[in-house]
């Protein structure tokens, strides 16, 4: 009988950070932070349901903000796929 290590479940907290930092980081890869008016992202994690909200108040320029806010709510959703299939 072998045993098959798993990796304990990330922490709320941990599936929180992991998913704001990733929605920043694409916000951040698109704007200088001198760019950025505003910016707000909230996410909330509880019962195994994310909820990530991006706001951004930023210029128009070359990048369109729609579209950088639909990229980071993915990339915040991706992070933590990535997170929870590390620690199966």
Do not use: H
């Not at 045993?3 to 920043?24: H, K, L």
């Amino acid at each position: 009988m072998s045993e098959e290590s798993t990796a304990p479940a990330p922490t709320d907290r941990r599936v929180i950070d992991t998913a704001s930092d990733a929605a920043e980081g694409v916000v951040l890869s698109e704007y200088r932070q001198s760019e950025i008016r505003d910016m707000d992202v909230t996410v909330r994690f509880s019962d195994g349901e994310l909820e990530v909200d991006v706001y951004l108040n930023a210029p128009e320029s070359a990048s369109d903000g729609k579209a950088v806010v639909e990229a980071a709510l993915e990339a915040a959703e991706t992070a933590v796929d990535e997170l929870f299939a590390e620690s199966a």
